[in-house]
Each structure stands twice: as structure tokens, then as C-alpha cells.
């Protein structure tokens, strides 16, 4: 492949340097983290905290409500970027962000801006499952993102296409303009797939198909919400997107269908962190404990239910058992800055 001239994202990263019914099974009922006392007295000048959150619109809705509810004398905000634009902003922005915490970072942008994170090392990691635990201690896993192959019954009918029963079928011309995928430059669920892909097949073979799916996108989307989002609007047939976002779907009544190919379902690890500097103030400080004690758990119990925490036995209605996973393995900070260097949409 040839590389972009105008990959924004990668120029400006490396220049700046009704809710479904379920139940948390037993054993979950153990995980009762507590947060650490402040080792020092905090300010208390401002009780304005803005959040940047990677997570979809339904669950930072939720996010805000719960937090006005908890915290009514605080001014908090949350506003939605992609995974990639906020790593790049909080890159760009350093110390001077306005940004007080964020929320659904991929940890390998999350290693890229590692500098610029206050130390959370003092919240205790032994709550977590061996691979959500963070060395160095300047952010904190938040969630397991499994992606899928998502299609729309409805408009591979209308199109008379057969349903796909592997990635090789998605090149087939039929499908062109009727797949959805995500810009892995500004997604980390996006660079999943890629990653999941050249795992397993090797680099070279990886994006050769990509460069030939190109030729049946819709869409690249900014975000990993967006070909669900397609999918739903019967805009798209086929969509490269997140697990949870379908069932969430599907359990307010869509019609959509979740795949997983022999490759198995690829996955990426989403992190929280407060910008350093940040970590003076007690507003700051409370809403991000009321994130560590609480609202990561809800997040799991609500949407998505895929192990960050040991013993943690979710029930969502729809939501697929016995997920094989994708190898992930080698998904570092500088091998995705590499094969994004050679992606260009």
C-alpha cells in the first residue's frame, strides 16, 4: 500500500507527540473496589469536570445521568470523540487540555500519551483479569470491545445476497457500496480487524484484502459506532463493528445478526485516565473514584459484559456465549503506529 499524504491523524499524533433485563451472576458480587484516599489536600476552587469519552452516545448518557445524580452540585460534562482524535488532542494539548478525564481510550493510544497522564497507581489492580492490568500505573482498564461481523437480513434480502459465511465472501461484487467499516485511523475498533487480520493471515495478505474490501465500502466511519449505525438505518448490509453496540440493538428490537468467522472475534482494551495536573482538584477526583467503584461495573452489567474483572459473570439478553477470540497478540503502541502508517482510506 501507499502511504497517505493527508493521514491527518498519524501526522498529528506523531508531531504532538429501553435497556435490555439481565443480571450480574454470583460471583461477580465480590468486586466492590474502594477507592484510595487523596494523599494530599485537594482543591477545591472548581467544581467543573469535563470528560472526553470514546464510549457511544447511549452510554454517556447514561454516564451523565448517573453522575448528576451523585454529584448535583458539580458542573460535569461529557463529550463524545473517537478513540484517535482524543489521543491526538490530549497529544496535541498536553498539560493545557481542557480535558479533566477520559473514558474508552484504546490502551495502545493510551500508551502514546502515557506522559501526559497523572499517576493512578495507588487504585488497586488486583480486581482485574491478568491482561486489564496496566503497567506503570497511569490509566485503568475499562472495557473489553470484541467486534463481529454484523449484517441486516433485511437488505441482504432486498439485495438478493446470501448471508456471508467468511471475510473472502464480503469481496464478492454483489456487496459493493453495502459494507461498513471503521476508519482504523480514528478507530480502535477499526485497527482491530486490521490487526485481527494480519495476525492471522500475515501483513502482506491482510492488506491485500483490505485494498480490495475498499472497493465494496459505503463508508470508512470516524467511529466504530458507525456501521451498526448503518446497519440499523438499512444504509448498509454488512457491518465490521462492536458486539455489545448489536445487542444493544438488536434488544431494542433491530434486525440484526451477529458473525463471527474462523479468524474469531477481534478485540481491543479501553482504558480511563485524568490528564495530569488534573488530579489536584476534588471534583476531579470524585467523579473519576465514582467511575473505579461504580460506574465501570454498570457499564459491564448494561453493555458490555465482556471480562475486564476476575469473577465477573455478566447476563445480557442476546449477548453471544462462548466467544473465540481473535490473537491480539504484539498489539503495541509502535506496531500500530507502524501498520497505520501504511493505511490509506
Given at each position: 500500500?501507499?502511504?497517505?499524504?493527508?493521514?491527518?491523524?498519524?501526522?498529528?499524533?506523531?508531531?504532538?507527540?429501553?435497556?435490555?433485563?439481565?443480571?450480574?451472576?454470583?460471583?461477580?458480587?465480590?468486586?466492590?473496589?474502594?477507592?484510595?484516599?487523596?494523599?494530599?489536600?485537594?482543591?477545591?476552587?472548581?467544581?467543573?469536570?469535563?470528560?472526553?469519552?470514546?464510549?457511544?452516545?447511549?452510554?454517556?448518557?447514561?454516564?451523565?445521568?448517573?453522575?448528576?445524580?451523585?454529584?448535583?452540585?458539580?458542573?460535569?460534562?461529557?463529550?463524545?470523540?473517537?478513540?484517535?482524535?482524543?489521543?491526538?488532542?490530549?497529544?496535541?494539548?498536553?498539560?493545557?487540555?481542557?480535558?479533566?478525564?477520559?473514558?474508552?481510550?484504546?490502551?495502545?493510544?493510551?500508551?502514546?500519551?502515557?506522559?501526559?497522564?497523572?499517576?493512578?497507581s495507588a487504585y488497586d489492580q488486583?480486581?482485574?483479569?491478568?491482561?486489564?492490568?496496566?503497567?506503570?500505573?497511569?490509566?485503568?482498564?475499562?472495557?473489553?470491545?470484541?467486534?463481529?461481523?454484523?449484517?441486516?437480513?433485511?437488505?441482504?434480502?432486498?439485495?438478493?445476497?446470501?448471508?456471508?459465511?467468511?471475510?473472502?465472501?464480503?469481496?464478492?461484487?454483489?456487496?459493493?457500496?453495502?459494507?461498513?467499516?471503521?476508519?482504523?485511523?480514528?478507530?480502535?475498533?477499526?485497527?482491530?480487524?486490521?490487526?485481527?487480520?494480519?495476525?492471522?493471515?500475515?501483513?502482506?495478505?491482510?492488506?491485500?484484502?483490505?485494498?480490495?474490501?475498499?472497493?465494496?465500502?459505503?463508508?470508512?466511519?470516524?467511529?466504530?459506532?458507525?456501521?451498526?449505525?448503518?446497519?440499523?438505518?438499512?444504509?448498509?448490509?454488512?457491518?465490521?463493528?462492536?458486539?455489545?453496540?448489536?445487542?444493544?440493538?438488536?434488544?431494542?428490537?433491530?434486525?440484526?445478526?451477529?458473525?463471527f468467522f474462523e479468524e474469531g472475534?477481534?478485540?481491543?482494551?479501553?482504558?480511563?485516565?485524568?490528564?495530569?495536573?488534573?488530579?489536584?482538584?476534588?471534583?476531579?477526583?470524585?467523579?473519576?473514584?465514582?467511575?473505579?467503584?461504580?460506574?465501570?461495573?454498570?457499564?459491564?452489567?448494561?453493555?458490555?459484559?465482556?471480562?475486564?474483572?476476575?469473577?465477573?459473570?455478566?447476563?445480557?439478553?442476546?449477548?453471544?456465549?462462548?466467544?473465540?477470540?481473535?490473537?491480539?497478540?504484539?498489539?503495541?503502541?509502535?506496531?500500530?503506529?507502524?501498520?497505520?502508517?501504511?493505511?490509506?482510506?
Amino acid at each position: 500500500m501507499k502511504k497517505m499524504a493527508s493521514g491527518i491523524f498519524i501526522f498529528t499524533l506523531l508531531a504532538a507527540l429501553a435497556l435490555p433485563v439481565y443480571g450480574l451472576a454470583d460471583e461477580t458480587e465480590s468486586i466492590s473496589p474502594a477507592a484510595p484516599e487523596a494523599s494530599a489536600e485537594l482543591d477545591t476552587s472548581s467544581n467543573k469536570v469535563v470528560i472526553y469519552s470514546g464510549a457511544e452516545e447511549y452510554r454517556n448518557e447514561y454516564f451523565l445521568e448517573r453522575l448528576k445524580e451523585e454529584f448535583p452540585d458539580y458542573d460535569i460534562s461529557i463529550e463524545y470523540m473517537p478513540t484517535g482524535n482524543l489521543a491526538a488532542k490530549l497529544a496535541a494539548e498536553g498539560s493545557d487540555t481542557d480535558m479533566d478525564i477520559f473514558y474508552d481510550l484504546d490502551f495502545s493510544y493510551a500508551g502514546l500519551v502515557e506522559e501526559y497522564l497523572a499517576d493512578v497507581s495507588a487504585y488497586d489492580q488486583s480486581i482485574y483479569v491478568d491482561d486489564c492490568k496496566v503497567e506503570g500505573g497511569h490509566y485503568l482498564a475499562a472495557t473489553r470491545n470484541g467486534g463481529a461481523v454484523i449484517i441486516n437480513p433485511d437488505v441482504l434480502e432486498e439485495n438478493g445476497i446470501e448471508e456471508p459465511a467468511s471475510y473472502a465472501d464480503l469481496l464478492k461484487p454483489e456487496f459493493k457500496g453495502l459494507v461498513s467499516m471503521p476508519d482504523p485511523k480514528s478507530s480502535g475498533t477499526g485497527y482491530m480487524f486490521v490487526k485481527s487480520l494480519v495476525n492471522a493471515w500475515g501483513e502482506e495478505e491482510a492488506f491485500d484484502y483490505f485494498d480490495s474490501l475498499a472497493e465494496n465500502i459505503l463508508q470508512f466511519t470516524s467511529s466504530g459506532s458507525g456501521p451498526v449505525n448503518a446497519l440499523i438505518q438499512g444504509e448498509a448490509a454488512v457491518g465490521l463493528g462492536m458486539t455489545a453496540q448489536a445487542v444493544t440493538a438488536i434488544n431494542e428490537g433491530a434486525n440484526l445478526k451477529i458473525l463471527f468467522f474462523e479468524e474469531g472475534s477481534p478485540y481491543s482494551l479501553y482504558g480511563y485516565a485524568i490528564p495530569k495536573g488534573k488530579e489536584t482538584r476534588k471534583a476531579v477526583k470524585d467523579v473519576f473514584d465514582f467511575f473505579y467503584t461504580t460506574l465501570v461495573l454498570e457499564d459491564k452489567e448494561l453493555y458490555y459484559p465482556e471480562q475486564v474483572f476476575v469473577g465477573q459473570v455478566n447476563e445480557i439478553e442476546n449477548f453471544p456465549k462462548d466467544i473465540e477470540y481473535s490473537d491480539m497478540s504484539g498489539n503495541t503502541t509502535e506496531e500500530k503506529m507502524r501498520l497505520l502508517e501504511n493505511w490509506e482510506y
